[in-house]
């Protein structure tokens, strides 16, 4: 076990060759590749190849969830990967007995010599809203290397953009008002499905995560309280051994914090306001939040759906928070997990509103309620129509599974190689790539808002403000019009320069991305981010594109005989 350690400690020691850290995931290696990757980058070799300049777009071809935007994710982690690009003994000789036996050694003495330092990584900045058939990242290097990063970048961002994209569209039908936590790891695909819808989620908008790993790693704000286990712990409150509690000032001591509790509760009953709300609650239940106030003064935030919401969880909750506010605690509110959310909270919201008034508790009217249970955009739109009181939802499965849509489908495609552009052709034209090395711009209306991207050959004058460009479908003729852009701007920036001496765009922390995440989609025209029929929005390409698309792809087509 020690050599082992001492080996995989070398291992790791190899990878950090760059000022850049590795992957936060240690099994993204070169390895994590398909196998014909390793094929053609022999075949590469073999027939001489290998060192031929490519350019790959990393694209995806249809926005997801029957939206009309996604958000790029991933960026990071990609960039981490190139940097640290580098293979191991222990990766070759596995090579070695993984590939046939025809192969020859100089392959392996070849890999063993490969970095990324001879790649070029264009890409729009990570957190950004993008669409369609835009090239996400465009990938220039060798075409061995180029091709054996395809399968690890795809991967990369694939599941990435997509999270981030069903957190945002959370976002956008819950209201900027609402908190928002990802509950999402005990029902993610495994520990990194966990680990990167925490980051991912966050980045589109949430606000906090429950999972303590991803709050360690990426410095995301953590939330969580208690479960339906702890309160079903309690028997009787005779269980509770230390009942004494210090004023939130440290001025004095209450030396029996249960007692105070059952006195609250008894006030409740007494209440003229409340009469008739509730009889006898569970004791059980008010022995469990008693014990977990004493643990958390600060910090009380209870589920109380464990017996019976209205009868039960609430006056229960509202006994021990006044208990605290006399002490000169504010309890944080209470968590809904099942049953009517929307009649629940509203319920809840008027049991606090009588308690601030009868009893004169400032601000008890206002005490949060977060819901939880299955939530998804469903559920929040019908929430929102109903009428609801909820300040904060717990989303777990439906978010971090993206069950409405399991994959983006990002693709990556050759566009040129030793500076020819190739095209991959298809009957779905829908499949059909654009062609050659591009630049891509954004440009803006008179309203502030973005009308159109538009992508020109790498060599064409950039749009300019003021004056009129025609924009061109990349394949439907009829579809086009001219724009005057008031802003324009250019989308793609160098975040690897490998050896062509461009300054590299730094990496921003996970906070920033997420703020600019954050206002990119309110930078966007509502009726492209409305939840129900969005109107498309245009991805175009430049007159001189557009004529050389269609050029290239008669020439390339073969053409059929009918006899």
Known sequence: MAAEAAANGVEKEERQTGIIDGPTNPMVTPLLTDLYQFTMAYAYWKGGKHNERAVFDLYFRRNPFGGEYTVFAGLEECIKLIANFKFTENEITFLQSSLPPTCEGGFYNYLRGIDCSDVEIHAFSEGCVVFPKMPLMTIEGPVAVVQLLETPLLNLVNYASLV???????????????????FGLRRAQGPDGGIGASKYCYMGGFDATSNVA????????????????????????????????????????????????????????????????????????????TSYALAFPTNFL?????????????????????????????????????????????EARKFFRVIEKEFGVSDFGKTSITASNDLNEETLDALNKQGHEVDAFGIGTHLVTCYAQPALGVVFKLVEINKQP???????????????KKRCYRLYGKEGYPLVDIMTGENEPP??????????????????????????????????????????????????????????????????????????????????????????????APVGELQ
Request: hydrophobic residues 40%; contains cysteine; aromatic residues 8%.
């Open 164 to 182: 981030a994209t069903n957190a945002a569209r959370h976002r956008f039908v819950a209201g900027k008002s609402k908190l928002l936590l990802e």
């Open 463 to 556: 749009p300019k403000v003021g004056e009129r460009i025609l924009c061109r479908h990349p394949f439907n003729e009829s579809k086009r019009a001219y724009v005057v852009p008031q802003r324009v701007e250019e989308l793609m920036k160098c975040f690897w320069p490998g050896k062509s001496g461009k300054d590299r765009e730094e990496l921003p922390p996970l906070k920033l991305i997420r703020e600019r995440c954050i206002e990119q989609l309110d930078r966007m025209r509502p009726d492209h981010m409305r939840r129900l029929n969005p109107t498309p929005y245009k991805v175009s390409v430049s007159a001189r594109l557009y004529d050389f698309i269609h050029f290239l792809w008669l020439n390339e």
């Open 422 to 436: 190739r095209i991959k052709l298809s009957e779905d034209v829908s499949k059909v790539s654009i062609p050659c």
């Open 302 to 346: 209870a589920l109380v759906d464990t017996y019976d919401v209205i009868r039960s969880g609430l006056p229960n909750f509202c006994a021990v928070a006044l208990a605290l506010n006399e002490l000169g605690y504010k309890a944080i509110g209470i968590r809904l997990d099942s049953g009517d959310l929307a009649y629940q909270s509203c």
């Open 214 to 289: 991803a709050g360690k790693l990426f410095g995301i704000p953590l939330r969580g309280t208690h479960s339906h286990a702890f309160v079903s712990s309690f028997l009787r409150f005779d269980e509770i051994t230390e009942k004494s509690l210090h004023s939130c000032d440290g001025s004095n001591v209450c030396e029996d914090f249960v007692s105070l509790v059952q006195i609250w509760l008894r006030k409740l009953k007494c209440s003229d306001s409340l009469g008739g709300i509730f009889g006898e609650t569970n004791l059980s239940e008010l022995a469990a939040f």
